[in-house]
């Protein structure tokens, strides 16, 4: 079992930043990526970014160029960084974690709330 924490949702203005964390713990070794997701009322869960054992990354177009994923192994904690937020950016963002081992295992945090409002 691999567990997640996430912190750093909150409300910020459009064309603020916002940094989130996400810590894992548990079965952690076998872990091959982890990323952030996010869903808006009424709209589907959509990846973010995501980011793999060996440091490739992957983002969703709408947020190319203004957040930046990155893990810290020592911590076993991924970051998304959240630059030129925008009211659309607007949704529960959460971690997930994919670990191999024979199977795939795909675990999920419980999600922060990201607000984008003047």
């Known amino acids: 079992q691999v567990q997640l924490v996430e912190s750093g949702g909150g409300l910020v203005q459009p064309g603020g930043s916002l940094r989130l964390s996400c810590a894992a713990s548990?079965?952690?070794?076998?872990?091959?990526?982890m990323g952030w997701y996010r869903q808006a009322p009424g709209k589907q869960r959509e990846l973010v970014a995501h980011?793999?054992?060996?440091?490739?990354?992957k983002y969703a177009d709408s947020v190319k160029g203004r957040f930046t994923i990155s893990r810290d192994n020592a911590k076993n904690t991924v970051y998304l960084q959240m630059n030129r937020l925008k009211f659309e950016d607007t949704a529960v963002y959460s971690c997930?974690?994919?670990?191999?081992?024979?199977?795939?295992?795909?675990?999920w945090g419980q999600g922060t709330q990201v607000t984008v409002s003047s």
């Open positions: 997930n974690a994919v670990r191999v081992e024979v199977n795939t295992y795909v675990y």
């Open positions: 548990g079965s952690i070794f076998n872990i091959v990526a």
């Open positions: 980011i793999t054992t060996d440091g490739s990354t």
